[in-house]
């Protein structure tokens, strides 16, 4: 049997690559990065790169962050770096400060991740372990591959170069395991196989399709969290189409959900083709904006028969169960009902009823013109409209969006106008 986190490997012996069989180069590996992996092991304690930073690197990507294992203990990481702060409670993790706010993260080798806590505690006392029982706790093949300083060499425990290279996305041991010891893990899963446009291994797949209701038992931030990676880092497309396949998204947006049951999912896959350029362009769309996209063709369905007036309870009424749910912050929550709601005025450019200043003045302009450019931007007539706003805007005389009042009125003063659309 293939070792599993659940009977992790004692003696595991890995695969090593050395330099001329794989293709990263230190000079693709920032430089702060390597200056803390020379000094670990400088001082004798072995020092890898990990994660994400070396999966990236193996697929010629530009790596999010570079984080570094070791198996220096924290007080040996503190003591060899004086911009270091240690940090966390239960696991003790170095952050190493650089020029620019920049942290490298050091985490000494362990033998749990700090998401698997059963009602908080976890599960095992010893949470230092060898690079082998810290290879087999981490949630995929293509994550758990180490870099080493030493020699310029990839080892790898699980076969996840083999995985890399055919384009899996593969649970470390028993997916059924995996998942009950953190159920985030199947967003992770859908995330890595739509970012790198990978697919899940069959196993994996299935597990996440029986156990997509345990999502819920994971921390509601960490479910947001993960949510918003998935839509709004370039490959929110992908990871709607595949989270439709598992079914995760009946369980987090049953009514986008039941709307792409109903209507199918092209249109859903034509904002999210420009949600995903925007990120691919450098603009990094804020999460209220993202949200609201996915749930713009629920609430259009929602609002066909009902007058403008009704479009901000509509908007309410469509994103409630879902904000309480996921406990989205009431800032996010306000843009996405308002941008929602201002949704039809841009559409009625020319309409000779509605003074253009008007909307124009809102605090809300902005993002709610953003989004009309995502759910509209993909014809002709629609680029036309998006283009007519931003020429209007460049032409109004710049001036700060009024500033709502928080004094109340007293009594007999007559109401000021509110500049509503
Ligand atoms: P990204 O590029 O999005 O940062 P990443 O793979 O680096 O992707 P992180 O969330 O930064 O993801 O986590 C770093 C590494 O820690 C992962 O590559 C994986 O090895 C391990 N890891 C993170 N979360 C978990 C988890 N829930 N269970 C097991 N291992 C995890
Ligand atoms: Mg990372």
Redesign the pocket.
Known sequence: MKPSSSNPPTTAVPDTIRRRGHNISRKDIDPDALKVLYRLHRHGHTAYL????V??LLLKRK???F?ISTSAHPNEIKKLFVNCRLIGRRFRLAHIYFKGGKIIEVSTFRTV?E??LEDGLIKSDNTFGTPEIDAF????TL??LFYNIADFSIIDYVNGLEDLNSGIVRCIGDPVVRFTE?P??ML?GV??AA?LDFSLDDQSARTIRKMREDIWKGATPRIFEETL?MLGRGSGGRALSLMHELKLLEILFPKVYNNIRKNGIDEYLDIFSRVDSSFDDGRILQPALVLAALFYPVFRAEIAGTTESDHLKQARSVLTPMSERLQIPRRIQDTMRQTMAAQYRFFALKDARYKPRTILRKSYFEDALTLFELIAGGTPEGKQLVQGWKDLEKQSPQQPPPRRSRRKRKRGQSPKRSPSP
């Open positions: 990990v994660g994400g930073g999966r990236d790596p999010k962050d984080d991740s998401f698997e706790r981490r949630d995929f994550n758990a953190d985030i893990r992770r995330r890595f970012l990676r």
